[in-house]
């Protein structure tokens, strides 16, 4: 077993490939329309679904807009170098949430992005081992 995607609803499937294509880096692997049921996938990631996670965007054509929830929490990306990283974000016209530095409590160092629709996204500076 594995993990295959996680879906975000998004509320402009055209704003939310370009911000996570060309902020992010990721590549657009698929897209497919469902005229019937109005609505448009876009499946999104930084390798193929063969091999990797990936994120599906849901774009239900008769809706602009989401509450967020209370319990959705983020989607986390590791990166080489998370100042680096928010720069090139920053650069891009991306909006960082929170500012590079170590999380509460501990040294691993991580910065949050939002994206167009206000998910939250974590960027984790690359460790050799995963620890807090």
């Not at 594995?2 to 975000?8: E, Y």
């Not at 294509?21 to 049921?37: A, S, W």
């Not at 599906?56 to 983020?74: M, P, R, V």
Request: some cysteine.
């Amino acid at each position: 077993m594995r993990l295959l995607h996680t879906m975000l609803r998004v509320g402009n499937l055209d704003k939310s490939i370009q911000f996570y294509t060309q902020v992010l880096g990721m590549k657009l692997l698929r897209q497919h329309d469902n005229t019937e049921y109005k609505y448009s996938l876009a499946f999104i990631g930084y390798g193929d679904e063969a091999d990797n996670t990936v994120l599906e965007l849901t774009y239900n054509w008769d809706t602009s807009e989401y509450d967020l929830g209370t319990a959705y929490g983020h989607i986390a990306i590791e990166v080489e170098n998370v100042y680096a990283s928010c720069e090139q974000i920053k650069a891009a016209g991306g909006i960082i949430a929170r500012e590079p530095g170590p999380v509460k409590g501990g040294t691993v160092e991580i910065a949050f992005v939002k994206d167009p629709d206000g998910y939250a996204i974590e960027l984790i500076q690359k460790q050799e081992t995963i620890g807090f």
